[in-house]
């Protein structure tokens, strides 16, 4: 099976800067997509930033310029690095990665158990 482990996160000033990690381990033959979501008390979790397998990003609007997404496929992870931050991105943020586990096998989507982020003075 495969497994995400997601660490970096914490209490933060407003303005200041994070760097979260996404591992994943287990039986892994390829990635695919990348990504990481937030989801915030009472709101419907909603994307972040995603990376594809060659490397092109996509932003939530509200993100543009101060985070920005990365990965690594020789170590397995995923990275966000958050600048800039401010209250309103206080949240739980999970990554999410589409795996296939063997050839010829459909690729799976799976996520990490999320790590909380708090922006407060």
């Known amino acids: 099976q495969v497994q995400l482990v997601e660490s970096g996160g914490g209490l933060v000033q407003p303005g200041g800067s994070l760097r979260l990690s996404c591992a994943a381990s287990?039986?892994?033959?390829?990635?695919?997509?990348m990504g990481w979501y937030r989801q915030a008390p009472g709101e419907q979790r909603e994307l972040v930033a995603a990376i594809t397998s060659a490397g092109r990003t996509n932003y939530a609007d509200s993100v543009k310029g101060r985070f920005t997404i990365s990965r690594d496929n020789a170590k397995n992870t995923v990275y966000l690095q958050m600048n800039s931050l401010k209250p309103e991105d206080t949240s739980v943020y999970y990554c999410?990665?589409?795996?296939?586990?063997?050839?010829?096998?459909?690729?799976?989507?799976?996520w990490g158990q999320g790590t909380q982020v708090t922006v407060s003075s």
């Open positions: 999410k990665m589409s795996i296939a586990t063997a050839l010829w096998v459909r690729a799976n989507d799976y």
């Open positions: 287990g039986s892994i033959f390829t990635f695919y997509d």
